[in-house]
């Protein structure tokens, strides 16, 4: 019990801190184009709790978990691969360095000539953004595999798929996962960059369209409502994150322990 209300005061005492300190500064300096927090939250429930959670929250939210998806089942598909195969990551190591520099916004424009304004261009924006961290983590992750793993499955006979399957992901597990994580909150932020362009619907589109009609408390809103869904995204990962590694945090709370 004293533990649980520990966590839950560390959790909620730095947001109830700022959200305070909100409340006092709107209430001391009122600005128009920064409300206060209760106006806020009664906003928030009057905008979204309507029509726009099926017109734009959940469509934004598919975009997102589809295009995150499909990035980290390629990331750790190719991640692979390439970790496998040394000759490969020679070749390919260059043409990653200069990908994974783009920034990926300035792919909007030629994926809306190439594909058109809909949301493949959306998803597959997301992809690309999304997929670096996870592929390169994977690739490190499985480059990195240890030494007595590989000599005990050349020892016993274990080669090909089942190798991969029982040794390498397995060991590669806690930096695809390490990926992973890097990986959410940048499909997030692309979610909302591409449906600021081009778009009619969806949260970025929504948030620019209140801005532009200078509807700040509902502008307000959607960027409270991206927040929950950034914070809702990392409690579900990390939940996620503790059943598929269990092993690996079983471990390092019994070397914390010693």
Do not use: C
Not at 108 to 137: C, E, H, Q, R, S
């Amino acid at each position: 019990m004293k533990k649980a209300l520990v966590w839950i005061g560390f959790t909620l005492g730095l947001p109830a801190i700022l959200i305070g300190l909100w409340w006092l500064i709107t209430a001391i300096a009122p600005n128009f184009f920064f409300p206060s927090p209760g106006e806020i939250l009664v906003t928030f429930f009057q905008t979204w709790f309507g029509p726009r959670l099926w017109l734009d929250v959940l469509p934004s939210i598919l975009r997102f978990g589809v295009g995150v998806l499909i990035a980290i089942v390629l990331g750790i598909v190719l991640g692979v691969v390439i970790g496998l195969n040394r000759d490969l990551r020679s070749l390919t190591e260059p043409t990653f360095e200069f990908f994974r520099a783009l920034p990926a916004p300035v792919l909007i424009p030629p994926l809306l000539l190439l594909i058109g304004p809909n949301d493949a261009t959306k998803i597959t924006l997301i992809v690309l953004a999304a997929i670096w961290p996870v592929l390169l983590n994977t690739v490190e992750g499985v480059r990195s595999s240890d030494s007595v793993q590989n000599e005990t499955s050349r020892s016993y006979g274990i080669h090909g798929f089942n190798r991969v399957r029982y040794q390498v992901i397995p060991g590669a597990a806690p930096q695809i996962m390490a990926g992973v994580r890097q990986a959410l909150p940048i499909g997030l932020i692309l979610m909302v960059i591409s449906e600021m362009f081009n778009s009619t619907a969806g949260l970025g589109f929504a948030i620019i369209q209140f801005q532009r009609t200078f509807a700040i408390p509902e502008m307000w809103s959607g960027i409270l409502v991206l927040g929950l869904l950034g914070y809702g995204v990392a409690v579900v990962f990390r939940i996620f994150e503790r059943r598929i590694l269990r092993w690996y945090h079983g471990l390092k709370d019994l070397e914390n322990a010693s």
